[in-house]
């Protein structure tokens, strides 16, 4: 049944991801002992579930733009179950941030695949790796990804010329 629906790339499925993250952000509003499901802890958590849906949206548009997968929304689905498993998420709100940059910095590393200003795109998404860094510390591991694209653009413009 989840195969048949997201096959193919819908607009229900959108809907069905964001049912599946409002069950998330409310299963980690009441799990968390401190605080009640209350108005005031809902617009608290707003801003990050925006910002994770945001992250859906935005991962849906690289798979979409680079050709990575088949006509499906397979990973929109797979990273709202993940997301959906650690529902503690959405109570850090540097951590979903910090993801959304991540996310923008992996689309400029994706995209080097082109050629076309390959080091004005390493210097973006190291930048935004910093800037993610700023949100969560931890996210400085992913740098020697943007040095290995570095090293292999630089050796493919030493071989076309």
């Excluded at 503690?88 to 940059?101: A, D, E, R």
């Excluded at 210097?123 to 040095?147: C, E, K, Q």
Aim: hydrophobic share 55%; proline share 3%.
């Amino acid at each position: 049944m989840i195969a048949s629906i997201f096959s193919k790339s819908k607009p229900i499925n959108f809907l069905i991801v964001f049912i599946i993250t409002v069950i998330a952000v409310l299963a980690a509003l009441y799990s968390d002992s401190e605080s009640e499901i209350t108005a005031l802890n809902l617009f608290k958590v707003l801003p990050v579930f925006i910002g994770c849906y945001f992250s859906i949206l935005l991962l849906d548009f690289i798979v979409s733009k680079n050709s990575l997968s088949q006509k499906s929304n397979y990973e929109v689905l797979l990273f709202s179950v993940f997301v959906t498993a650690i529902p503690q998420l959405f109570l850090h709100p540097h951590l979903v941030f910090s993801n959304l940059i991540i996310l923008l910095a992996l689309r400029r590393m994706i995209s080097i695949h082109k050629q076309k200003e390959t080091l004005k795109k390493l210097f973006d998404s190291g930048f935004l790796i910093g800037l993610a860094s700023l949100f969560y510390f931890t996210v400085y591991l992913i740098l020697p990804f943007n040095l290995y694209w570095l090293f292999y653009s630089m050796q493919k413009l030493r071989l076309k010329k």
